[in-house]
């Protein structure tokens, strides 16, 4: 018999809804006493000391960026290995993205190239923990303090992610989250800057209400990039599921673990000290496998299984960026080499024992 097993299913259940028409009767829908409410919880879970809600990831990682006083002239090194935003971000504040390296076993950022790319026009590093894996936030934070540059983190996959026992969000000295449908919690759409940094807070907010002091009074060009209560709602019931969903997600990825060992597969490589959270569940198909990766992928899609590519072209390769400075032989390798296969928290046992099943059986063909 054949199953349906997506590569992402959002949750959304009867308490979201309820949540959610709350927000609707009472009127206010915009952003109101709901987003401060899901903003200081999320900040005390992050365990930073502010956190203000945007509209998306992306405007997160913009207004960050715009916060810290990165503009034109300025560089801000990120990884090739990512999704676009990361990047783009960097370019609408004017300033120029250049592009890092990541490492082989996590796809994270490597302190490594990152230190090769250091020079006086660069202000700021944001590094990505890739696919609910912190990076290597203690080398990285070594080369920040010793050139006196900003440490970004972009947790947009990694709510809930740990080193040391310290939480995503907290780690650098801005963090940035996505809430978008596939994400580790969801708010529909949605993003959070966190932050101890009481300055930056406060130049944030100003910056996400179109640069207003107060009502109608502009004291710099800023953006309509607030979140909604209704947003917030279904965000603070996610918020009390999120543990539990990334304890299912990281059964999940155990199980992969365990029963793809000898299918070939590659599978995620978690480092020492670090709370995976895996947002998405990457193997790599290696040289010699008797598959090629789009053949994997189509033979699982004959049985039910959903499968994605995270990400087919390295940002340093895409049109608008291709030229810019910095060799990345890793990225260039991962990005055709690498499958997701789901991992959420709608994937029970029966699906999983199905997945590996289907796997082995593709291999023993």
Not at 194 to 220: C, F, M, P, W
């Amino acid at each position: 018999m054949t199953m349906d097993v997506p590569i992402a299913r959002p949750f959304i259940g009867e308490e979201e809804i309820e949540a959610v028409v709350r927000v609707i009767r009472s009127g206010m829908l915009a952003q109101g006493s709901v987003v401060t409410e899901f903003e200081s919880r999320f900040a005390e879970y992050c365990g930073v000391g502010h956190a203000i809600g945007l509209n998306s990831g992306t405007a997160a990682l913009h207004a960050a960026l715009l916060a810290a006083g990165i503009g034109p002239g300025d560089e801000v090194i990120v990884p090739a290995f990512t999704f676009f935003a990361t990047a783009s971000a960097v370019s609408m504040c004017g300033a120029t993205p250049v592009f890092a390296d990541v490492d082989p076993r996590t796809f994270n950022i490597d302190p490594d190239s990152v230190a090769r790319l250091i020079q006086p026009e660069v202000r700021a590093i944001i590094g990505v923990h890739l696919f609910g894996q912190p990076f290597d936030i203690s080398a990285v934070r070594d080369l920040c303090d010793d050139n006196d540059l900003l440490l970004i983190e972009d947790a947009a996959q990694a709510h809930g992610a740990e080193v040391g026992g310290r939480r995503a969000g907290s780690l650098a000295d801005i963090g940035c989250f996505s809430f978008y449908p596939t994400k580790n919690m969801t708010t529909g759409e949605g993003g959070m800057v966190t932050t101890d940094d009481a300055d930056l807070a406060e130049r944030v907010r100003l910056l996400i209400n179109h640069g207003q002091s107060q009502k109608y009074l502009h004291t710099a060009i800023g953006y309509n990039y607030r979140m909604t209560n209704m947003g917030a709602a279904i965000g603070l019931v996610q918020l009390d599921r999120l543990e539990g969903f990334n304890e299912r997600r990281i059964h999940n990825a155990r199980y992969l673990d365990r029963h793809l060992a000898g299918t070939g597969l590659v599978t995620p490589y978690a480092a020492p000290g670090v709370r995976h959270v895996y947002h998405q569940y990457v193997v790599k198909i290696p040289a010699g496998y008797p598959l090629s990766r789009d053949e994997f992928m189509s033979a699982l899609a004959g049985q039910g299984i959903g499968t994605a590519v995270h990400y087919p072209i390295p940002v340093s390769r895409q049109p608008v960026y291709e030229g810019e400075r910095g060799s990345c032989p890793v990225s260039e390798d991962l990005a055709v080499s690498v499958v997701s296969l789901p991992v959420h928290p709608g994937v029970g046992d029966e699906e999983l024992e199905y997945m590996c099943g289907a796997i082995r059986g593709i291999v023993s063909l």
